[in-house]
């Protein structure tokens, strides 16, 4: 088997991975605050951390696999101020906090089906271990690391020795990115919020009981006290967009080394922006965010058109979004089926010289980019088709470009295929109105539409 190399956040370079067990990875990936729909910026880091995933299993590891849904606690201003941003999400829809974070939540694993991302294994919410993360501040207090505000109980960063550690940042520099908010009560700028109390005078939908009054908990020590839980003795990789290296992670370190005293997780792993309008992040606090259904499937592109698009640049690489970008993904795509067909529907062997390429590319720190040329290569080595073809769709197992699933379809005209992919999106939406009008339009055209469980079967009548 190929090494395989990471690039290490915590150590600003490309190590060897060494996982704590022997044969299985815990790989921990923060999820989304649930108060919005996830943008495409979101979207890029989930792919990014699902190739990951595919790496790892591609690579013999079994995946035990963690994602937070941040339901409660993470406040507008980053760090410590500000409202509750699913209070102010069930204010905006006159809805509350529950059902702002249910429906959100739901919209993000429809989201993963359509972009073929692979579920975790364990799906946490913030408010279902509040015990948990209580449990954490008492021993962070009994360490004393923490102390007392009038809105809080806050960590006090000058105690945790190697603060820094994550974004090598010096701590003059880490103390001006955290000055932006003004916090008089605060000992050190970087100081955070482990537990908010709720304002006397006004209830929050969200609260609970703790030792030092009635509140709810900081945004960070979910993912430090979710984390142990589920992975204490694996604690191998942890996943998020850069900007979660400064502050979220940087905390999550701090709380989490403060209380076991422990090295928490080997391996920090960060995917870069995906910007919009020359080098602007795509954020959800900026209304500029486009989701996956206004910036594809309602102009009837594929989703995967997107996941294809993002298997372009290498994830540490900043991302430009553009309209024509898509479009040219789209042709990128549909090219690579038409070759695929060209194949033939007959399985050989998987070609060992293209695996090994394949290999050495997807170990190098994801170097998908890489892979889609060897892929390119493989289409037009001097190969029989059905070795071609068995090589290809073992490569899929990483891409996620569903292309097996593409090949079994018979090869419909323009017009019906698009209509025949709507009605897949609608069905994956559960929008089964519109799913049957568009059942009308097909067969209107002279074709017969059977739904099974692997999908819809089109055929001429
Ligand atoms: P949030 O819901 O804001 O906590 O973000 C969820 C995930 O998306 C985190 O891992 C963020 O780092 C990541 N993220 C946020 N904005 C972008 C962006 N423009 N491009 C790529 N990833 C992003
Ligand atoms: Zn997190």
């Known amino acids: 088997m190929n090494k395989l190399y990471f690039y290490n956040t915590l150590t600003r370079k490309k190590e060897i991975f060494k996982s704590i067990k022997k044969s299985e990875v815990g790989l921990y990936t923060c999820g989304p605050t649930v108060y919005n729909f996830a943008h495409i910026g979101n979207l890029r880091t989930y792919i990014f951390e699902d190739i990951l995933n595919r790496v790892l299993f591609y690579n013999n590891y079994k995946v035990k696999r963690v994602m937070n849904i941040t339901d409660v606690g993470h406040l507008s201003g980053d760090q410590n101020m500000g409202e509750d941003k699913l209070e102010k999400g069930a204010k905006r829809e006159n809805k509350t906090t529950w059902e702002i974070a249910e429906f959100y939540t739901e919209a993000l694993k429809n989201d993963f089906k359509l972009l073929n991302i692979l579920e975790p294994n364990i799906w946490c919410k913030a408010t279902d271990y509040i015990k948990e993360q209580i449990d954490l501040i008492k021993i962070l207090e009994k360490k004393n690391y923490t102390y007392k505000t009038s ?35 605060k000992k050190n700028p970087t100081d955070f919020a482990l537990w908010k109390f709720s304002h006397k005078d006004s209830k929050r939908q969200m609260e609970w009981d703790s030792p030092w009054g009635i509140g709810f908990p900081g945004w960070h020590i979910e993912c430090s006290a979710m984390s142990l839980k589920f992975l204490a003795d694996q604690l191998d990789i942890h996943c998020g967009g850069i900007d979660h290296i400064n502050i979220h992670h940087t905390n999550e370190i701090a709380q989490s080394e403060g209380a076991t005293g422990k090295k928490f997780f080997n391996y920090w792993m960060h995917g870069a922006f995906l910007n919009i309008e020359g080098g602007k992040k795509m954020a959800k606090s900026e209304e500029n965010f486009l989701t996956l259904e206004n910036a594809l499937i309602k102009q009837g592109i594929n989703p995967l058109v997107y996941r294809f698009l993002a298997l372009q640049v290498h994830y540490r690489k900043p991302m430009e979004y553009s309209q024509e970008g898509i479009k040219n993904a789209q042709k990128g795509l549909n090219h690579l089926y038409n070759q695929v ?38 289409l037009k080595a001097n190969l029989v088709n059905k070795d071609k073809l068995k090589t290809i769709l073992d490569f899929d197992k990483v891409l996620g470009l569903r292309i097996e699933e593409n090949l079994m379809q018979e090869k419909f005209l323009d017009q019906v295929q698009k209509l025949i992919d709507l009605r897949k999106l609608a069905r994956d939406k559960k929008e089964f109105i519109k799913s049957d009008e568009l059942r009308i339009e097909i067969e209107k055209l002279g074709y017969n539409i059977k739904d099974t469980k692997d999908g819809q079967i089109v055929k001429k009548i």
């Open 151 to 185: 809105d809080g109980i806050y960590y006090d960063t000058s105690k945790f020795k190697d603060y820094n550690k994550l974004s090598h940042l010096d701590l003059d520099t880490l103390r001006e990115g955290a000055r932006i908010e003004i916090n008089i009560e």
């Open 341 to 378: 067909m060209e194949l033939g529907k007959e399985k050989g062997e998987v070609d060992n010289n293209f695996k090994k390429k394949f290999l050495e590319a997807i170990n190098d720190d994801l170097n998908m980019p890489q892979v889609l040329g060897v892929v390119q290569e493989l």
